[in-house]
């Protein structure tokens, strides 16, 4: 069984002293002396689930400490002991730090511990929480989206594109919940499996969409958003993709959205036209600067973000294959179309087990054009 880390702070050693022979047996104890030493050890030997703080220390104090805990570690629960048990103190350390526990000096070892072991059960329940985003929510969609682009190839392939360019620029803006807008980069798309392929195509290849087509294309995130929002916990996930298509400078306040869903469907704004324009063969600065001239359209500090994450140079050798020869995580420098057009693989998708399942059906019952030309790359 796992016995989690806490991390105990007081300026004055025989406290600290007595409380770790007392809680030594029911959890890993580490001690601090002062705030500064604490958030050191935060930083070295964490992540601890639990910090136990005192209140009146000299240089910074437990509200000051625990504040900068909560933004700089914020899954770690925290607890104030303070001998000061007057009211105007436990407010300020409830709503500045936001404190799991506020306790008065002196403190029974049975309150101490039971207090510490509700806290380490509120730290699983918030790592649990993220485990079940970051693994299973994740993976899960992740398995969609592949399953997906089996049915539609162009509209999902973009979203394996764009998914990292969105998480730089997530991870640059320090977003509270950074899964939210990779997810929504991957699952971007979904609603263009209701389009025809042929309007896909027209997009990709810069080609100007009739009106009749343009309105069907223009709907396809309210499809998405509908099918994502059905799924627990992507709320806000649907509403950045119901959203992907508005303008930076849009404004109606009968329709305002939260920060974060603005933020997010303006990151997906960006970085979806940006796709578009490197699919059309406009290389990085060509393509950044055609989309700075077009004032109000993108938040410019995606744009200077976009601009920072610049392609990777690799070192490519492309090969004409026939498909037997071809295997995962090659990646389609041409469009790859069966005999009887239907286009199996946009180009720049990289090439999955499952992609090469639905290349094997085809290749028997109807037919791949080859070669195939690929590349393999490495960075």
């Known amino acids: 069984m796992m016995i989690e ?22 959890f890993e104890i580490t001690t601090a002396e002062s705030g500064t030493e604490a958030l050191a050890k935060l930083k070295e ?5 639990v910090i136990v703080s005192d209140m009146r220390m000299p240089g910074m104090d437990g509200i000051q400490l625990l504040s900068r805990v909560k933004a700089g570690f914020p899954d770690t629960v925290r607890i104030m002991l303070t001998g000061n048990a007057d009211q ?33 059960r509120q730290y699983n329940l918030i790592t649990a929480e993220k485990e079940l985003l970051n693994k299973t929510v994740k993976g899960s969609i992740t398995v969609m989206a592949e ?11 973009s979203g394996y594109r764009i998914k990292p360019m969105v998480k730089h620029i997530a991870q640059e803006l320090q977003v509270t919940n950074p899964w939210q807008y ?6 971007s798309q979904i609603g263009c499996i209701t389009l025809p392929s042929d309007i896909l195509h027209k997009l990709h290849a810069g080609i100007s969409l009739s009106a009749e087509e343009q309105q069907m294309y223009e709907n396809h995130p309210k499809v998405g958003s509908k099918l994502i929002g059905k799924i627990p916990r992507l709320e806000k996930v649907a509403a950045m993709i119901e959203h992907q298509l508005r303008p930076f400078d849009y404004c109606d306040e009968q329709d305002s959205l939260d920060e974060e869903i603005t ?27 055609h989309m700075r001239k077009r004032a109000g359209r993108y938040n410019p500090d995606i744009l200077g973000l976009l ?41 720049n998708q990289e090439i999955t087990w499952p992609v090469i399942q639905s290349l094997t059906n085809f290749e028997k019952h109807i037919g791949i054009i080859e070669p195939i030309r690929v590349r393999s790359s490495e960075v």
């Open 147 to 157: 399953l997906l682009s089996l049915a539609n190839a162009t509209a999902f392939s």
């Open 307 to 347: 601009e920072k994450h610049k392609p990777k140079e690799v070192h490519a050798t492309i090969k004409n294959l026939s498909f037997k020869d071809i295997i995962p995580g090659m990646i389609a420098v041409e469009d790859v179309f069966a005999k009887n057009g239907t286009m199996l693989i946009p180009k």
């Open 45 to 49: 030997q964490g992540p601890f689930a």
């Open 5 to 26: 880390k806490i991390l105990l702070v007081d300026d004055e050693p025989n406290i600290l002293q007595a409380m770790q022979r007392q809680l030594r047996k029911r």
């Open 182 to 187: 990779e997810v929504a980069a991957l699952m």
């Open 263 to 289: 933020l997010g469907a303006n990151t997906l704004k960006a970085v979806i036209e940006y796709d578009l324009l490197r699919q059309q063969d406009l290389g990085h600065l060509r393509a950044l600067k």
């Open 88 to 120: 105007e103190t436990a407010t300020e350390a409830v709503n500045v730090g936001q404190i799991f526990r506020f306790l008065n000096k002196p403190c029974s070892t049975g309150v101490l511990a039971t207090s510490i072991a509700l806290a380490v």
